[in-house]
């Protein structure tokens, strides 16, 4: 039986990469990560006696049902890994420009049908040119700044290596877009092509459409039509 627990250990005294080591020899999947007060903070899902056992090994003082993710590993979470920015697009083709700050570049994917919130929904996203960092806040005749924000790697493969294999998990926080994403490549070639997908997290949202529930920019306020 599948269940999931969210748990704090206040000041536990346990190094947050022998508390992933830990849940993974477990065979527990979910994610860590350090909280303002010096704890640490625990997503864990699997067995329910792996789950009892690594909460009383780093010391949790309690546990709250939580809804079951799905993740596919363990990881730390909370590592910074920049900035982001979606700009709306229109040129020949209207569509959405997620960049994600890399190594001090933007790299760039477009997504022809804008990102989602409903982790059911796979959207195509292209791989691009890069991009500078200077562009980030540019809005012009044919161009918004949809959201923006800072995001964070996660999974167990660090930055800019997971983007190389193929498969990258990260976390967002901006004005629009929130919790887990993952960048999924599908095609190699010139420009290559991935799947853009949301995680299952307490920010998704099932069945939603943020392009279009939200259409404005979080700079201007105006919309691109």
């Known amino acids: 039986m599948l269940t999931a ?21 477990l065979g527990l999947m979910g994610w860590v990560r350090a909280d303002s007060d010096g704890g640490l903070l625990l997503h864990a899902e699997g067995d329910p006696a792996a789950i009892e ?18 993740h596919e590993q363990f990881a730390i979470r909370g590592v910074p890994a920049g900035v982001f920015v979606v700009q709306e697009h229109q040129a020949t083709a209207h569509h959405f420009d997620l960049r994600l700050e890399v190594d001090g570049i933007m790299r760039s994917w477009a997504v022809p049908k804008g990102p989602s919130m409903d982790p059911s929904v796979k959207r195509l996203a292209v791989q691009v040119d890069d991009h500078a960092l200077s562009h ?37 926080h901006g004005e629009k877009l929130r919790g887990g994403f993952a960048l999924q490549r599908t095609r190699e070639g010139a420009k290559p092509q991935w799947l853009l997908i949301k995680r299952r997290d307490e920010y998704s949202r099932p069945g939603s459409d943020i392009v279009a529930e939200r259409p404005t920019s979080v700079l201007s306020g105006r919309a691109l039509a």
């Open 5 to 25: 627990v969210r748990a704090a250990a206040p000041g536990a005294p346990t190094r947050i990469e022998d508390v992933a080591r830990r849940a993974r020899e």
């Open 53 to 70: 056992a690594l909460l009383a090994e780093i010391g949790a003082v309690g546990s709250d049902p939580a809804r079951v993710e799905g």
């Open 136 to 172: 980030n806040d540019y809005e012009g005749r044919n161009v918004i700044v949809w959201d923006r924000g800072a995001y964070e790697q996660g999974g167990r493969v660090p930055w800019p290596a997971a983007l190389e294999r193929g498969h990258a998990v990260f976390v967002l």
